[in-house]
């Protein structure tokens, strides 16, 4: 064995969960379902699963067993699978392999496979008893994601037909109780960890220490995201946003007395709704210029907000140069050469500084980190079911998050944790994160549980761990209705049926399917990717301005963002052809990376396609590729009802939905650089409720085309159509 595996060996064993093996698979031998907790890094990922498949071998009875272990996010579930192989001694496909949303490396022996909730979900859609499968582990459940806690669901249903299929639960924090009795009182076993002491700073204690001022004009410059959007400078200094008042009345109760009067004066200019990037800037040069050694972690809300800092930090003198910082992004979509970046020590005198979304607070564990930067924010999709809003926002997190934060900073040794917010805002905090079920729109999941034969959606969903409210349930359904996805009664139509195995929301699988009917796939796979990835415009802190101008050169004043997109991708496609994609990227102020992302998601749909019946040839296909009338329209028909009034006055142009009232576009929308927008509506992918509402990405149409491709035509026919056609058009001519 090499000297790396041994000390690979030498290591698991001194995890906590070592010392819990007996105990652990003693407990899976006795029950069919057991709930595990223990602390961030105590082994549960990457031990328990291998645990189990070493008593299987060992029993003779490894040819014999399936373990399945799902994992929230893609990402961990290929870098765990890579992982435990290599913890093993083994290439990724041998006993260990993984299985990621149209991707993965599994061979013909593996027993233990990672994968995402949703390929679990997917995988019951063929096989509602999971034949063979003998354990499934369902990972990081206190997270509440919506596809674990329908998992649970079914699984539920599951367990008595499949007496000897075992199921174990795993938690990073204590609250099993609500997991164990929703299973009838399946025993819990916590694995107990050790963590140093971390010390913790709040913004008071930080502005104290570090003599930095937070002034209103500071603020005002440094508006992070919030920046992005044009108009609402203009509004910021009116409305305060909900997250805002709440921090203001917490902080206006707090005691301060113990505070130098510069730090009071100082935190009485903090902006609740920004994201200081200086504030992080001055937090992390004071962590820089200390003589102890050890790893950064600093918690952002996003891609972009990860995105515009790491620009930001790069032109500093002390944060930027390479030979004394190495700054790193953790997020969602990095490829496997900056995850091992991620999980290796730096080089000696070399400070790692890791900007991370929230998934570094559980599903990924970097060893060597002693400080850890807390913004106190996460983005959270929340759902207002009243007026059936969707909006992604950062918004506080919990305490039981900012716990699981600081924890990060004391894996090796005592760490210490900043905290860019007051104490008595942290006082203020929710205990625990709503569950993701209450928060979202529901119409993939609703989708879901009717290819699945679930029954009645709203029976199926009232025996949920916490069940959904009624509204939102029937907002759903009705969507599903008006996209033609259900019938009148509820039952999956033939588009429903397809639009189920595409692995994008309902209104993006129409349009895909659109697009192989009217013979122009190859632009609408873009299109979708391009929604279903991210953004592949960069928006840098700085050169704003610069970068709405390049993207603005894309869209030819055709009023659509989605088009733009379009002539983005496709002139980087050609760009690539002559070897200079690179240097197309760095001039138009696109992200590489993300069209890279978009062009294999592109294939992958293709391939989805191909085998669902929808694509024989794809040159055919292409037959209408170039005509702009007709993406538009499938545009249109894919985003309906998401659909918005244009109403052109001298100066501005006023944009009004039917459940929202008046709404602004993003700043680099390409609608929202011209002084007017020839068209009467426009249709959009995203509402983003901050003060006021915004839409993201927009497409221009016309009256005729919302009238022929806006809702189903087979829904109650050609008449129940133009009827509730003709709602909207009442509603936003009054
Ligand atoms: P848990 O699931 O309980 O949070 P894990 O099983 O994920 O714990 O992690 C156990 C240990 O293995 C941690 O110390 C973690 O840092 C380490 N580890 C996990 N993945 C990797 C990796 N890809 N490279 C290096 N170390 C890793
Ligand atoms: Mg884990």
Same mark, same amino acid.
């Given at each position: 064995?090499?000297?790396?595996?041994?000390?690979?060996?030498?290591?698991?064993?001194?995890?906590?969960? =070592?010392?819990?093996?007996?105990?652990?698979?003693?407990? $899976?031998?006795?029950?069919?379902?057991?709930?595990?907790?223990?602390?961030?890094?105590?082994?549960?990922?990457?031990?328990?699963?291998?645990?189990?498949?070493?008593?299987?071998?060992?029993?003779?009875?490894?040819?014999?067993?399936?373990?399945?272990?799902?994992?929230?996010?893609?990402?961990?579930?290929?870098?765990?699978?890579?992982?435990?192989?290599?913890?093993?001694?083994?290439?990724?496909?041998?006993?260990? #392999?993984?299985?990621?949303?149209?991707?993965?490396?599994?061979?013909?022996?593996?027993?233990?496979?990672?994968?995402?909730?949703?390929?679990?979900?997917?995988?019951?859609? *063929?096989?509602?008893? @999971?034949?063979? !499968?003998?354990?499934? $582990?369902?990972?990081?459940?206190?997270?509440?994601?919506?596809?674990?806690?329908?998992?649970?669901?079914?699984?539920?249903?599951?367990?008595?037909?499949?007496?000897?299929?075992?199921?174990?639960?795993?938690?990073?924090?204590?609250?099993?109780?609500? +997991?164990?009795?929703?299973?009838?009182?399946?025993?819990?076993?916590?694995?107990?960890?050790?963590?140093?002491?971390?010390?913790?700073?709040?913004?008071?204690? $930080?502005?104290?220490?570090?003599?930095?001022?937070?002034?209103?004009?500071?603020?005002?410059?440094? =508006?992070?995201?919030?920046?992005?959007?044009?108009?609402?400078?203009?509004?910021?200094?009116?409305? /305060?946003?909900?997250?805002?008042?709440?921090?203001?009345?917490?902080?206006?109760?707090?005691?301060?007395?113990?505070?130098?009067?510069?730090?009071?004066?100082?935190?009485?200019?903090?902006?609740?709704?920004?994201?200081? +990037?200086?504030?992080?800037?001055?937090?992390?040069?004071?962590?820089?210029?200390?003589?102890?050694?050890?790893?950064?972690? !600093?918690?952002?809300?996003?891609?972009?907000?990860?995105?515009?800092?790491?620009?930001?930090?790069?032109?500093?003198?002390?944060?930027?140069?390479?030979?004394?910082?190495?700054?790193?992004?953790?997020? #969602?979509?990095?490829?496997?050469?900056?995850?091992?970046?991620?999980?290796?020590?730096?080089?000696?005198?070399?400070? /790692?500084?890791?900007?991370?979304?929230?998934?570094?607070?559980?599903?990924?564990?970097?060893?060597?980190? !002693?400080?850890?930067?807390?913004?106190?924010?996460?983005?959270?999709?929340?759902?207002?079911?009243?007026?059936?809003?969707?909006?992604?926002?950062?918004?506080?997190?919990?305490?039981?998050?900012?716990?699981?934060?600081?924890?990060?900073?004391?894996?090796?040794?005592?760490?210490?944790?900043?905290? @860019? =917010?007051?104490?008595?805002?942290?006082?203020?905090?929710?205990?625990?994160?709503?569950?993701?079920?209450?928060?979202?729109?529901?119409?993939?999941?609703?989708?879901?549980?009717?290819?699945?034969?679930?029954?009645?959606?709203?029976?199926?969903?009232?025996?949920?761990?916490?069940?959904?409210?009624?509204?939102?349930?029937?907002?759903?359904?009705?969507?599903?209705?008006?996209?033609?996805? @259900?019938?009148?009664?509820?039952?999956?139509?033939? *588009?429903?049926?397809?639009?189920?195995?595409?692995?994008?929301?309902? /209104?993006?699988? %129409?349009?895909?399917?659109?697009?192989?009917?009217?013979?122009?796939?190859?632009?609408?796979?873009?299109?979708?990717?391009?929604?279903?990835?991210?953004?592949?415009?960069?928006?840098?802190?700085?050169?704003?301005?610069?970068?709405?101008?390049?993207?603005?050169?894309?869209?030819?004043?055709?009023?659509?963002?989605?088009?733009?997109?379009?002539?983005?991708?496709?002139?980087?496609?050609?760009?690539?052809?002559?070897?200079?994609?690179?240097?197309?990227?760095?001039?138009?102020?696109?992200?590489?990376?993300?069209?890279?992302?978009?062009?294999?998601?592109? /294939?992958? +749909?293709?391939?989805?396609?191909?085998?669902?019946? @929808?694509?024989?040839?794809?040159? %055919?296909?292409?037959?209408?590729?170039?005509?702009?009338?007709?993406?538009?329209?499938?545009?249109?028909?894919?985003?309906?009802?998401?659909?918005?009034?244009?109403?052109?006055?001298?100066?501005?142009?006023?944009?009004?939905?039917?459940?929202?009232?008046?709404?602004?576009?993003?700043?680099?929308?390409?609608?929202?650089?011209?002084?007017? $927008?020839?068209?009467?509506?426009?249709?959009?992918?995203?509402?983003?409720?901050?003060?006021?509402?915004?839409?993201?990405?927009?497409?221009?149409?016309?009256?005729?085309?919302?009238? *022929?491709?806006?809702?189903? !035509?087979?829904?109650?026919?050609?008449?129940?159509?133009?009827?509730?056609?003709?709602?909207?058009?009442? +509603?936003?001519?009054?």
């Amino acid at each position: 064995e090499s000297e790396e595996g041994q000390k690979m060996q030498e290591l698991r064993r001194s995890l906590p969960a =070592y010392k819990e093996k007996e105990a652990l698979l003693n407990a $899976i031998s006795r029950n069919q379902v057991i709930v595990v907790s223990g602390e961030t890094g105590c082994g549960k990922t990457t031990q328990l699963p291998q645990y189990i498949l070493e008593s299987e071998i060992d029993a003779a009875r490894g040819a014999l067993c399936s373990i399945i272990c799902t994992q929230p996010r893609r990402i961990s579930a290929m870098s765990v699978a890579e992982r435990v192989a290599a913890e093993r001694g083994e290439k990724l496909g041998d006993s260990v #392999g993984y299985k990621v949303r149209l991707e993965g490396i599994k061979g013909r022996d593996t027993r233990l496979l990672f994968c995402t909730t949703g390929i679990l979900l997917r995988r019951l859609l *063929l096989d509602r008893s @999971l034949r063979g !499968v003998t354990h499934v $582990i369902v990972d990081e459940i206190h997270e509440r994601g919506m596809n674990e806690d329908f998992l649970l669901i079914v699984l539920k249903e599951l367990l008595p037909r499949r007496p000897e299929l075992k199921l174990i639960l795993m938690s990073a924090t204590l609250n099993a109780e609500l +997991f164990s009795s929703y299973f009838g009182g399946a025993p819990t076993i916590h694995i107990p960890g050790f963590t140093y002491p971390v010390r913790s700073y709040f913004l008071e204690n $930080i502005l104290d220490m570090t003599g930095y001022r937070l002034s209103t004009y500071n603020q005002i410059d440094n =508006y992070g995201q919030e920046k992005m959007w044009k108009m609402q400078k203009q509004t910021v200094r009116k409305k /305060k946003s909900q997250i805002a008042s709440a921090a203001e009345d917490a902080l206006e109760a707090a005691d301060l007395r113990d505070f130098n009067p510069r730090t009071r004066d100082s935190l009485s200019c903090w902006n609740p709704d920004s994201i200081g +990037f200086n504030l992080i800037e001055n937090v992390l040069c004071h962590i820089c210029r200390k003589e102890r050694p050890g790893a950064v972690l !600093v918690f952002m809300t996003g891609w972009d907000d990860i995105n515009s800092l790491k620009d930001q930090l790069q032109s500093h003198p002390l944060l930027g140069d390479p030979t004394k910082v190495l700054l790193l992004a953790c997020h #969602g979509s990095m490829d496997s050469s900056e995850q091992k970046l991620i999980f290796n020590r730096s080089e000696d005198g070399i400070r /790692k500084i890791v900007l991370a979304t929230n998934m570094a607070e559980t599903s990924i564990t970097i060893n060597d980190v !002693v400080f850890v930067v807390d913004c106190g924010k996460a983005k959270e999709t929340s759902y207002d079911a009243l007026n059936n809003t969707p909006c992604l926002l950062p918004a506080w997190i919990s305490k039981a998050s900012a716990r699981q934060r600081r924890g990060r900073a004391g894996r090796v040794q005592p760490g210490e944790c900043y905290h @860019l =917010y007051p104490k008595s805002v942290y006082d203020a905090f929710a205990e625990y994160q709503l569950p993701e079920l209450l928060r979202t729109p529901l119409q993939s999941l609703c989708l879901q549980i009717k290819s699945l034969q679930l029954g009645s959606i709203s029976e199926f969903l009232s025996s949920a761990l916490q069940p959904p409210e009624p509204l939102s349930v029937q907002n759903a359904v009705e969507y599903l209705k008006i996209i033609g996805a @259900l019938d009148d009664n509820e039952n999956l139509t033939v *588009l429903g049926r397809k639009l189920s195995v595409l692995p994008v929301e309902p /209104k993006l699988g %129409k349009m895909l399917i659109l697009g192989a009917i009217f013979n122009c796939l190859d632009p609408i796979m873009t299109i979708v990717a391009g929604l279903s990835v991210r953004d592949p415009f960069l928006m840098p802190f700085d050169k704003k301005d610069l970068a709405e101008s390049a993207k603005a050169q894309f869209s030819s004043r055709d009023n659509s963002d989605h088009l733009a997109l379009l002539r983005a991708f496709d002139g980087w496609k050609a760009a690539e052809r002559q070897q200079s994609g690179h240097e197309y990227c760095w001039r138009n102020f696109l992200s590489s990376q993300t069209l890279r992302a978009i062009d294999s998601l592109r /294939k992958q +749909f293709y391939h989805l396609l191909r085998d669902g019946g @929808l694509v024989d040839n794809m040159e %055919k296909c292409n037959t209408w590729s170039h005509d702009e009338h007709l993406i538009r329209a499938i545009i249109c028909s894919g985003l309906f009802p998401g659909i918005c009034s244009v109403v052109n006055k001298e100066k501005s142009v006023s944009l009004k939905t039917m459940e929202d009232g008046p709404v602004l576009l993003y700043s680099n929308s390409v609608n929202s650089q011209e002084p007017t $927008i020839p068209y009467p509506w426009l249709v959009f992918n995203e509402k983003v409720k901050v003060n006021s509402v915004f839409l993201r990405d927009s497409t221009a149409v016309s009256d005729s085309v919302l009238l *022929l491709f806006g809702g189903s !035509v087979s829904r109650g026919g050609l008449d129940g159509h133009l009827k509730m056609l003709g709602g909207y058009l009442e +509603f936003f001519m009054k």
